[in-house]
């Protein structure tokens, strides 16, 4: 848990909260419970990468709607990263990190 993914149906980046399985007719599925990020409009001033923040919307997807790479979103520490509700900003790590 903790993980944060692509959403297929939403085109959305997520973060994996939680999973658990329904069973209808017979049959289990596994779900995911997420939390949805959106894009800010600035930039992180010296990576020059993208800042991110959770929006508050929280839904089910089933595990179709995941998509499989895996995303590097990393809070920022300190003041620089706190908005002013408490809330910390995320920075998506677009890099390939097989070099760092």
């Not at 049959?27 to 929006?55: G, H, I």
């Not at 839904?59 to 408490?86: C, E, H, M, T, W």
């Amino acid at each position: 848990m903790g993980d944060f993914v692509q959403c297929r149906r939403t085109a959305e980046i997520v973060r994996l909260d939680k999973l658990f399985v329904h069973t209808f007719k017979q049959e289990r599925r596994l779900f995911a419970w997420v939390s949805a990020l959106e894009r800010k409009e600035e930039k992180d001033m010296v990576l020059d990468l993208p800042l991110m923040r959770f929006t508050g919307a929280r839904f089910v997807v089933g595990l179709p709607s995941i998509d499989l790479p895996k995303l590097y979103v990393v809070p920022l520490a300190g003041n620089a990263g706190r908005q002013g509700n408490g809330e910390v900003d995320l920075l998506l790590v677009e890099w390939s990190i097989q070099y760092l």
